[in-house]
């Protein structure tokens, strides 16, 4: 069985090859290594190999392994890629160094106001519903604008760019059409909003190279490199109460 070093050796190569076969820049694509599931020993062992950069889904999990690896804290950036409700962005604000799951204004305003003064900026992308599943979390694409233009200005946050997890698909053409629909979504906020974005994180284990392909700035890998996981991953807490209005 290969070691994690040796997956994301290969990993490397396969993405070098799709940024050849698109004429990019093999230093355009940055790996995310997903680590969802998978004990803190091996997020030590992949940043070992060289790695800086690990995504989580679930903040709980997020933050136990931030704690377990204290020790490399100043040295590795964590950003959360899975749903984030209004009652965890305030450890999310605190905690982690890029958020790529806001999907409404409201979660954008909380982690702004949460956000320590003696911190970054956070670095936030909007999720966009691509492939518009009623199952999927993310904004409808024509709503993309209004929400950029709002987030854009709230203070202790960064916009950086878009998210997307398109809907599965068999062939590499199927894979590509809606990677290339978030990347001329992105290229329309600059061009009309003047907004400076500059990552598209999209591709996973099994569209990369899709992805790649049509301009992902971020990938995000985890099975590719630490195989298939062997246990279920937690399932999400559920939603908090509403919070009561303010008196008038």
């Known amino acids: 069985m290969a070691t994690i070093s ?6 490397h190569g396969r993405i070098e090859r799709a940024c050849h076969q698109a004429s990019r820049p093999v230093d355009s694509v940055t790996l995310l290594v997903v680590t969802k599931t998978f004990p803190a020993s091996d ?3 992949a940043f070992a190999a060289g790695e800086c950069r690990f995504g989580e889904n679930y903040v709980q999990e997020g933050v136990d392994k931030i704690d377990a690896l204290i ?7 964590w950003h959360l890629i899975g749903p984030l409700q209004s009652n965890k962005t305030r450890v999310v604000a605190e905690r982690f160094d890029w958020v790529h799951t806001v999907d409404r204004l409201k979660i954008a305003q909380r982690l702004s106001e949460q956000r320590p003064a003696t911190l970054p900026p956070l670095n936030v992308c909007l999720q966009v519903n ?9 904004l409808a694409p024509a709503d993309v604008a209004d929400a950029a233009r709002a987030v ?6 960064r916009l950086r760019g878009l ?29 009309d909003l003047g907004l400076g974005l500059d990552t598209l ?3 996973m284990s099994a569209d990369m190279d899709a992805a790649i392909l049509e301009g992902a700035t971020l990938v995000r890998v985890g099975s590719a490199i630490f195989g298939a996981r062997s246990r279920p991953s937690p399932p999400p807490s559920p939603p908090s109460p509403p919070s009561p209005e303010p008196a008038a």
């Open 43 to 45: 997020v030590r062992e």
């Open 130 to 138: 691509i492939s518009g599943e009623d199952t999927k979390s993310g």
């Open 152 to 157: 854009a200005v709230l203070p202790r946050l």
């Open 71 to 77: 020790d490399l804290r100043d040295r590795v950036e």
């Open 201 to 203: 994180s999209m591709g």
């Open 6 to 11: 040796e997956n994301i050796q290969q990993l």
């Open 163 to 191: 998210m997307a997890i398109p809907e599965p698909a068999e062939t590499l053409e199927a894979q590509r059409r809606p990677h290339r629909a978030l990347a001329e979504l992105m290229a329309a906020l600059n061009r």
